[in-house]
Each structure stands twice: as structure tokens, then as C-alpha cells.
């Protein structure tokens, strides 16, 4: 088991965002992690990669406890996560975020910058390399020397994607990949996805977009008002009723998009 | 004991005006202004140069201390034309650069008119009143009262009018309030004129409690900063509770002998107290805390 | 009339290394270090008090005001490290102020040295081999090779995953912080090092005014240097030197004009409101400052590879 999530709760003053939450996500699978809005996914996106620290509860990442554990420490055992909102350095350009993704990296002490200049320049040359052909993959290799944010919506995101797989990390968390992202763009990431996974990539998503999910996830999870309502395959959760309801309850769509 | 309560109450109204406008302003305009203080510097002079047409009479004073405020009231609307609403996309930091480079623009201008030197209002001399065994100027007591009547004016205003609602549900959402109705632009203008007409009656209190130069307002920029974050950002009456804090903590921190809580540190001295050089330091000690512990403030503030 | 400008291109060299400094904060990290003129102080109290009071060579003097300046900003750094940009810039404000405070009431060594005599009589290297004329050219020449180093250093700085991972933590930290980096450490450095080159500006002024005092060291130095960050282009050290130049030849502008006692105080003033005006104005219509920030391109190393 890749990843489990035990019990987690989390307060707000006298909100409750997360009641006894529990989930488990295995190697070699692309978890779905879905709900209405307001369920609590980013509350719990947000706690498992830990920019939250949760009230109650454990979280387990390749057989170590890491709630409690600061972000950065938890992306460097290798869980790694994107954000709804693109966070791109949009004073950077491309390539400098593609190069910013691999995790630990010499030369970001600036004691061994000094000191090893030449293995750091070496790694830097690798993770060029292995940056220029990533960028192909999306198409995004034109526009290495131009500022993050001149980029388009649907481009941030892709740029998000690649950055986080210079990071190389056993588990994803991609929080809305393709929220305002153009259907054409849609299912290119997918195919994106899913080739990934067939690499050997491990995701964790949070989705509106129930076609998206459907066509990527080999497991759900359900979170309404901070409860779990429902795992399992996505085939036998989404003809649930209680889960329709609580679509329809907060106003969303089971059909095809949901936002 | 009571001239302790007393030097910190006149401590606290020479701050609390400036902080109650300045957390107006840091609040609806989202950045602080390090041209708060400035205002009141640039009311402090406007004031005296009215008295001085009428020396020696204290109605002067208060007809210098209404003009003061209505002027910089203007100046305010006048920074925010010219300056500010051309930034209001901008981030915190840029409206905070430039209101600094304001701020100098300001005092130096001030410095350019009247010259470096200190002055004072044009008053009588005044005898000290005994009050339950501690000593009070006639002035103090005027000032201590203005402030009380300006809050509860203030007061009245937020809470009993339509413009003081439509100011408090500006400051908790600009985009939500733009969209139902209220011109969000008209209630910015009005924090502007309010918030900085409170500066330059706060300018003109501590032009009578201590002095009156160019750099009086710059010096007290950090207490007041401090008085407006202890309260809470947004928070007017909290504003006031943090000059009283600010009072009372830098009246206090000098009067007491320090030596006891040394003693339990292993440093022996018979007497410890904190140099009357390091008053500010008192400030500047808790605005740091403050603003590491619990940046929201001691009292309930708006959620940000 | 050169002695005059000797004096001022030394001038400008000083502060020239405080607004490296600064465009290493703010430009490169994002650190609205409004406490600037700590380092300042700080290395030049602590130069001064090394050769006068330890009786240490010049050369010691100013590698402790490096030294200094490099820790008061680690302190400065370790309890504020999360602290968003506008808390962070009072904080920083408050710390510098509460350091001023302290060296105007410390004495130091004898009753009438610190505290707010300031310290007389620091004495500056080499002096005695030079006759007074030629020995501004001696001092200015020390005040361009440290500038000529600190800029190497902070160009080179950039140009280093850790000076990358600045830029980054720049706008945001999440993206660093899910990619893994000690964002907290990293400015902790950044700090460090900015306070580091400061702190020799301050070595470097306190041997060459000979005398220091706690009215050097007040807020609005900072602002001046901010103002030639700012002015030049926060992102580009180069234009943080051209904002200096700028600043520094406003600010002593006047004295080429013939102006009596009495006017003095005003056209000190009025330089000042210009200099006010001119951040608001840079703020308005050039926020890019005027020398843009440059960026490094990737695009022939491709070519390269084909």
C-alpha cells in the first residue's frame, strides 16, 4: 500500500472539514479522490502533503507516518503535489521552473554550489536533458525561454505537470488538472496521464470533471461535507444513489462535466 | 500610581487617533501606509499655523485643529487620485513602496516650509491641576477628552449610518460590495478623508503633548503600528485598546524595578530599571512579538 | 572640484554595496527588508570597535563587519522565516530601530565614546603613506574592489540552482515547498549573505567618515537605498548600482550650486521631496525600474545538442 490515510479530522473553529477520513491508495493504481464542492478535497489534498496539519488521525506514505511532517520534507520522500490555482513562478521561465523540479539538487545549498561547481554543473546538464525532452512531450519546448506567466491557462497547468515529474516522485497529487483547461487540451493531458501510469507513475487526483475520472481512475473515493461516502471502482460508486444525491445536493452534476 | 495611569492615558491619545486611522487604511486599502504618520505631521503644522494667527488663545487651537483635519482629509483623497487607485491591482508591496516615497515627499516638504526646528502651540502657560495625587496640564485633559469624543463619534458612524456600514462591508469584501451597489470607489475615498482627517487631529494631540517638528510623526510611526496590530487590523476600537496597551506598557516598563525578576536569573542588583532611552524599545519589543505570535491581533479582528 | 568626486564615487561605492545587498533581498527573493541600515550599523559599530577597542588590523575590522552583518541577519531571518512580506517588512523595521537604540545608549569602553557620541577618530588604512589628496584615490579604489566582488558575488549567486530557487520562493512559496526545498533555510542564507555585504558597506564607511554615530544610522537610510533598488530595477544588480549612482548624485547635487547658509536647510529638503517623488513616480509609470530584469536563455543550448 502506497499511501493511507487513517482517521484524519480537521477543525476549523467550530467547523468541521474532515470527519475520521480514511482512504488507501496502491502502487500501480491512479486514485480518484471526488466530491461535491466544499466536501473537504483540498482541506484533505492540503493535509496529506502537509501545508495543514490535521486534528486527529494518521497518514502513512510508503510504510512512514508523515502528518506532522513539514511540506518540503514530505515531498522529499516522494510525495509531490500540483495546486488548483497554477503556482508557476511566473517571473521564471519555463525552463527555469523545469529546472527548479528535481528534488534534492546540489547546488541548492549554496555551500556546495561554491564548493562542487562542476558536479553541479554536470547534474545540471542532466536535468536540462532530461527537461528538453519532457518539454517536447507537451509540446511546450518553443516557449523554454519565455516567463511562466505569459503562458496560457491550459499551458500552466501542462508546465505544472512536467515540472512536478522532474521531481520524480513515487505518488502525484494533482489537484484539478484540467479545471479551465479547453477540451481539446483535456484529452491530451489524459492521454498524458495515462501513459504515465503505464510507466509506472503513481496519481493521486482530485477531479470535478467526471468524464476526466472515469477515463483515468481505477479507484474512488467519495468526500461529502468532510465525510468518506464511497470507495471503490468508479463503475459501481458512481451508480450509487447516495452519491448522486449528494451531487445533485450541492447543486453539481454526475453526467459528464461537473465544475 | 495615579500619575502612572495618567502619563500612560496621554501617551495612549497620542497614538490612538493615528492607529485608529491607520488601521482603517492598512484594512480597506490592504497595504500599510508608512504615509500615515506624515499626515499627522503635515496637521500638526497646518494647526500651528492657523494658532499663530491668534496666539496666545486656545480656541485658536481648536479652530487650527479643525482645518488641520479637513485639509488632510482632502490630502488623503488627493494621495489616493493621484497615487494609490492608479495601484489598486498592485501587490502590498508596491503600495507600500510607494507610500513610503510618499511619506518622504510629504516630511520634507514640511521640513522645506517651516524648517527643522521645533515648535510649540501658541498657548498660555499652563499650571498642572492636582488630581488624586497626580499632576495633569489643562491640555492633557482636553486631549485625553478629544480622543474619547472623536471614538465615540467614530463610533456612532460605523455603526448608526449608512456610510459606516457600507465602510465595514468594504473593508470584508471590495468585490462583493462593488457588486451590490455600493460604489466601492466613493466608500475608499471616504476611509481615505477619514483616516487621515483622525491622523491630523492625532498629529495636533502629540503636537501638544510633546512637540511639534518635521520628524514627529516618523518617530512615532512604529508605536502606532504597533497600537493598530496588538488591536487587530481593521479593528478601530482595537486600535484604541492598543494605544492604551502601548501607554500603559512603556509607562509601566520604565517604572518598574526589574531587579526581583533578574534575581530568579541568577543576576543580583539592587535596583534594575529599563533607561528612559529605550521608552520606544518598549514599542518596538512588543510589535515584534505581536506580529510573531499572533499577528491577528489580541482582539477579535476580521478574518483577512 | 575631482576631490568632490572622488568623494562621491566612493560615496556611491558604499551604498552601491548596500543596494547589492538589498537587490539580493527583495530583487532576487523577495525579502521587503525594511531594517536595511541593521547591517549598515552593525558593521560599522563593530569595524570600529574591533580596530579602536581591540587594537585588531583594519583588515580584521571590516571581515568582523562582514561577519556581523552576516549574523544580525540570520537573527533577523530565524524567528521571521514564514512571516508574509508586509509583517516581515515592520518586523525588520522594529529590529533595525531597537539595534539603533541600543548603540545610542551603550557606552562603549570610556564615558564618552558610543552611546550618542558616536565613536571619533576611526582610523582608515594606509593613511599614512599617502598625502591627503592622493589617498582618495587609494580608498576609493578599496571601495571599487569590494564593490566589483560583491557584484560577482551576487551575479554569480543567480546564476546557481540556489540562487534559481530563490527567484522561486520570490513569488510563492508553495511550489518550492511540494517540490521539496527548504524554503526556510534558503532565506535564512539569502539574508545571511545580503547582510554580509551590508555589513562591509558599513566597515567600509565607518574607516572612511572616521566618525560614526547613531544619527547615521536612522530609518531613512533605508529608504534611500530602497530608493535606488527600486529606481535601478529590483531583479537586476546591475540597475541596483545605476539607482545608486542616480540617488547619490541627486542627493549631493547642490553642492556644485553657490547657496548661501540659510538656504541650505531648504534645498536639503527639497532634494529629499524629489528624491520622495521619485519613487512614487518609478512606482507609477517604470515599475520595471530602469534597467530591466534579464533572463537566462536556454534555447542555443538545444541547438547545440542537434
Not at chain 1, 564548493?115 to 545540471?124: G, L, N, Q, S, T
Not at chain 2, 487620485?81 to 495601484?87: A, K, N, T, V
Not at chain 3, 527588508?33 to 560599522?44: I, R, S, T, Y
Not at chain 3, 558616536?118 to 569590494?146: D, E, K, N, R
Request: proline content about 4%; overall charge positive; hydrophobic content about 50%.
Amino acid at each position: 500500500m502506497l499511501l493511507s490515510v487513517e482517521g484524519v479530522s480537521k477543525h476549523f473553529g467550530g467547523l468541521t472539514a474532515l470527519d475520521e477520513v480514511s482512504l488507501s491508495v496502491e502502487a500501480g493504481q491512479i486514485f480518484g479522490l471526488i466530491g461535491p464542492n466544499g466536501s473537504g478535497k483540498t482541506t484533505l489534498v492540503n493535509i496529506i502533503s502537509g501545508f495543514l496539519r490535521p486534528n486527529g488521525g494518521r497518514i502513512v506514505f510508503d510504510g512512514q507516518p508523515i502528518q506532522g511532517l513539514e511540506p518540503y520534507q514530505i515531498a522529499r520522500r516522494g510525495l509531490c503535489r500540483t495546486f488548483q490555482i497554477t503556482l508557476n513562478p511566473a517571473r521564471m521561465t519555463v525552463m527555469e521552473n523545469m529546472l527548479l523540479g528535481p528534488r534534492t539538487q546540489r547546488g541548492e545549498s549554496i555551500w556546495r554550489a561554491a564548493f562542487e561547481p562542476w558536479a553541479v554543473r554536470k547534474d545540471e546538464a542532466a536535468h536540462l536533458e532530461r527537461a528538453w525532452k519532457l518539454l517536447e512531450m507537451v509540446n511546450l519546448h518553443h516557449h523554454a525561454d519565455e516567463y511562466a506567466g505569459s503562458l496560457s491557462g491550459g499551458q500552466k497547468k501542462l508546465l505544472a505537470l512536467v515540472q512536478i515529474l522532474m521531481a520524480g516522485p513515487r505518488l502525484i497529487l494533482l489537484d484539478e488538472p484540467v479545471a479551465g483547461v479547453n477540451p481539446r487540451l483535456i484529452e491530451d493531458i489524459v492521454q498524458l496521464i495515462l501513459r504515465l501510469k503505464r510507466d509506472g507513475q503513481n496519481f493521486l487526483i482530485v477531479e470535478h470533471n467526471m468524464q476526466v475520472v472515469r477515463q483515468l481512475c481505477d479507484a474512488i473515493c467519495v468526500l461529502d461535507m468532510g465525510r468518506v461516502l464511497a470507495q471503490g471502482a468508479p463503475e459501481e460508486v458512481l451508480a450509487r444513489d447516495d452519491v448522486l444525491r449528494a451531487y445533485i445536493a450541492a447543486g453539481g452534476q454526475v453526467g459528464e462535466q461537473a465544475g | 500610581m495615579i500619575q502612572i495611569v495618567i502619563d500612560s492615558l496621554i501617551r495612549a491619545s497620542e497614538l490612538a487617533l493615528l492607529a485608529v486611522g491607520l488601521t482603517m487604511v492598512y484594512d480597506v486599502l490592504r497595504f500599510p501606509s508608512f504615509a500615515h504618520v506624515e499626515f499627522g505631521t503635515v496637521g500638526a503644522f497646518i494647526a500651528l499655523a492657523v494658532a499663530s494667527l491668534a496666539p496666545d488663545h486656545a480656541w485658536a487651537v481648536v479652530v487650527g485643529a479643525t482645518v488641520a483635519v479637513i485639509v488632510s482629509g482632502l490630502l488623503g483623497i488627493g494621495a489616493d487620485r493621484l497615487i494609490f487607485s492608479r495601484l489598486r491591482q498592485a501587490s502590498p508591496i508596491i503600495l507600500m513602496i510607494a507610500s513610503f516615497g510618499l511619506g518622504i515627499a510629504m516630511r520634507f516638504t514640511v521640513r522645506a516650509i517651516w524648517g527643522p526646528d521645533a515648535h510649540g502651540y501658541p498657548l498660555p502657560l499652563q499650571r498642572p491641576w492636582l488630581v488624586l495625587g497626580g499632576r495633569i496640564t489643562p491640555t492633557a485633559v482636553i486631549i485625553i477628552a478629544a480622543t474619547l469624543v472623536c471614538m465615540l463619534a467614530f463610533h456612532l458612524l460605523l455603526n448608526h449610518t449608512r456610510l459606516g456600514v457600507a465602510m465595514r462591508a468594504t473593508a470584508d469584501n471590495a468585490q462583493l460590495s462593488e457588486a451590490s451597489g455600493i460604489y466601492t470607489e466613493r466608500i475608499i475615498r471616504l476611509v481615505w478623508f477619514i483616516g487621515c482627517g483622525f491622523a491630523a487631529l492625532g498629529g495636533v494631540m502629540l503636537g501638544l503633548a510633546t512637540q511639534i517638528d518635521p520628524n514627529m510623526g516618523f518617530s512615532i510611526m512604529l508605536p502606532v503600528f504597533a497600537a493598530a496590530i496588538l488591536g487587530g487590523i481593521g479593528n478601530p476600537y482595537g486600535a484604541v485598546v492598543g494605544a492604551c496597551v502601548l501607554g500603559f506598557a512603556e509607562t509601566i516598563g520604565l517604572s518598574i524595578n526589574w531587579a526581583p525578576l533578574l534575581h530568579w536569573a541568577g543576576v543580583t542588583a539592587g535596583y534594575l530599571f529599563i533607561p528612559t532611552g529605550y521608552k520606544q524599545a518598549i514599542s518596538f519589543v512588543i510589535l515584534i512579538l505581536i506580529l510573531l505570535v499572533r499577528p491577528q491581533g489580541l482582539l477579535k479582528s476580521r478574518v483577512s | 572640484m575631482i576631490a568632490f568626486l572622488v568623494y562621491l564615487f566612493t560615496i556611491i561605492g558604499i551604498y552601491g554595496l548596500m543596494s547589492l545587498s538589498l537587490s539580493l533581498q527583495y530583487g532576487t527573493t523577495g525579502l521587503v527588508n525594511l531594517g536595511e541600515v541593521g547591517f549598515f550599523m552593525v558593521g560599522a559599530y563593530v569595524s570600529a570597535i574591533m580596530v579602536m577597542l581591540g587594537g585588531l588590523p583594519i583588515g580584521v575590522g571590516l571581515l568582523g563587519a562582514i561577519a556581523a552583518g552576516a549574523v544580525f541577519g540570520v537573527l533577523m531571518a530565524l524567528p521571521i522565516g514564514d512571516l508574509r512580506q508586509d509583517y516581515w517588512a515592520i518586523v525588520t523595521l522594529a529590529a533595525a530601530e531597537i539595534a539603533r537604540l541600543i548603540f545610542l545608549n551603550t557606552n562603549l569602553g570610556s564615558p564618552y565614546v558610543g552611546a550618542s557620541y558616536g565613536v571619533a577618530g576611526i582610523p582608515a588604512p594606509w593613511q599614512q603613506h599617502f598625502s591627503t589628496a592622493a589617498y582618495g584615490y587609494v580608498y576609493l579604489g578599496l571601495v571599487a574592489v569590494c564593490v566589483a566582488c560583491a557584484y560577482a558575488l551576487v551575479r554569480w549567486v543567480g546564476r546557481t540552482p540556489y540562487g534559481r530557487l530563490l527567484k522561486a520562493i520570490r513569488e510563492s512559496d508553495e511550489v518550492a515547498l511540494a517540490l521539496g526545498k527548504d524554503v526556510r533555510r534558503a532565506r535564512i542564507w539569502a539574508m545571511a549573505l545580503g547582510g554580509g555585504i551590508a555589513g562591509l558597506a558599513g566597515g567600509l564607511f565607518a574607516h572612511f567618515n572616521g566618525f560614526i554615530g547613531p544619527d547615521y544610522f536612522m530609518p531613512l537610510e533605508t529608504f534611500l537605498v530602497w530608493a535606488m533598488v527600486i529606481l535601478g530595477g529590483s531583479g537586476n544588480h546591475l540597475g541596483a548600482l545605476v539607482g545608486t549612482a542616480v540617488i547619490e548624485a541627486i542627493y549631493n547635487s547642490t553642492r556644485f550650486l553657490d547657496i548661501s547658509q540659510a538656504h541650505a536647510s531648504l534645498v536639503a529638503s527639497l532634494r529629499m521631496v524629489l528624491i520622495g517623488v521619485l519613487i512614487i513616480l518609478v512606482i507609477l509609470y517604470l515599475p520595471r525600474g530602469l534597467v530591466p530584469e534579464g533572463r537566462r536563455r536556454y534555447g542555443g543550448s538545444r541547438a547545440a545538442q542537434r
